[in-house]
């Protein structure tokens, strides 16, 4: 680290995790009903804090609101299934259960899992009405991934098939640029590239060894480096694209051998959310109000910081990788 002192980064992670306590009726279900968007973002720090074993009914919870189907709603008290949120609850309860090794837990994850692996489209892509078909695909390949490595099944080839399969999807969409770009959900494509080399790309990588994954992932990487704008924000000031520019920069430069390359991209990006952040938390603009969503991906990207110079494997972080 240069311009951002390890002092200075513990002090800043103790405090937003602080706030995110201070804010926990608006993201736990023991205080009551949630969005469960919000409340997977937190978990993912719990996960990251090593705080899971003193946190076991956070995850425990997440059981009790799971649907008939299989999956989980966007919010916990209604019936109406998303993939989206689906995968990404549970697999922060594949992760958490690494730890907690509880059965109701298993067995809910394993009915995510069916319903996912029956839900696949023809062409490979999965669909949410309020979710692009990539940002969708992307998490349930991501989801697959965890599960594989969480739970010792990296040759299911029924697993395998149908990551493979998404993973084809999300390749034939990417422009000439570099970047992969949706002119409904988000058109600049700073989000979308961002979760499509995180959550397919890398694990194609690690899972399938697809040789062309790397080129895709720097042809990527590299367009991404290109957009970001002179203060180190990305996609005009957005914090929550520029946590998502600068965490997927991390793991890709991690994976690849790469870091002497992006990691004064990633600095000059992560000072900006540090010198643009509110007093406690992140609003999704400079200048907005805190909100819980945006703060915990705030501290997850500090967290990822963290481990970013401490030069500890980053798909550990991702859990692509024991």
Not at 62 to 78: L, R
Not at 98 to 114: F, G, S, T, V
Not at 116 to 133: F, I, K, N, R, Y
Not at 241 to 262: I, P, Q, S, W
């Amino acid at each position: 680290m240069t311009t951002i002192v390890q002092d200075e980064l513990e002090q800043l992670i103790g405090k937003e995790w602080d706030y995110l306590e201070s804010k926990k009726a608006e993201w736990s279900l023991l205080e009551g009903e949630q969005d469960m968007e919000v409340l997977e973002h937190v978990l993912r720090c719990i996960l990251h804090l090593g705080s899971t074993k003193e946190r076991p009914r956070e995850f425990q919870e997440c059981v009790k609101v799971q649907n008939p189907d299989g999956g989980w709603s966007k919010q916990s008290h209604t019936d109406k299934t998303s993939m989206w949120i689906t995968t990404f609850v549970a697999l922060k309860l594949c992760r958490g259960n690494m730890i907690l090794k509880d059965p109701k837990i298993e067995a809910a994850i394993q009915r995510a899992l069916e319903y996912v692996l029956s839900t696949q489209e023809e062409d490979g892509h999965w669909a949410d009405p309020e979710w692009s078909h990539l940002d969708t695909t992307c998490s349930v390949t991501c989801f697959l991934t965890i599960y594989q490595v969480t739970h010792d099944q990296k040759d299911d080839e029924r697993i395998n098939a149908a990551r493979v399969r998404g993973f084809e999807f999300i390749k034939n969409w990417q422009r000439d640029t570099g970047l992969w770009k949706d002119n409904t959900f988000h058109p600049a494509g700073i989000e979308t590239t961002a979760h499509l080399m995180q959550y397919t790309l890398v694990p194609a990588y690690f899972m399938d060894g697809i040789d062309y994954a790397e080129k895709l992932c720097m042809d990527a990487a590299d367009s991404l480096v290109g957009e970001q704008a002179p203060n180190g924000s990305w996609d005009n000031e957005n914090m929550d694209h520029t946590m998502d520019a600068c965490r997927n920069l991390m793991l890709v430069a991690d994976t690849f051998g790469k870091k002497e390359r992006y990691a004064p991209v990633v600095e000059k990006g992560v000072r900006w959310l540090i010198d643009h952040k509110n007093e406690a938390g992140w609003g999704d603009f400079p200048g907005e109000d805190s909100n819980v969503e945006r703060t915990a991906d705030g501290l997850d990207t500090l967290l990822k910081f963290r481990r970013f110079c401490a030069g500890d494997p980053m798909s550990h972080f991702w859990a692509y990788s024991k």
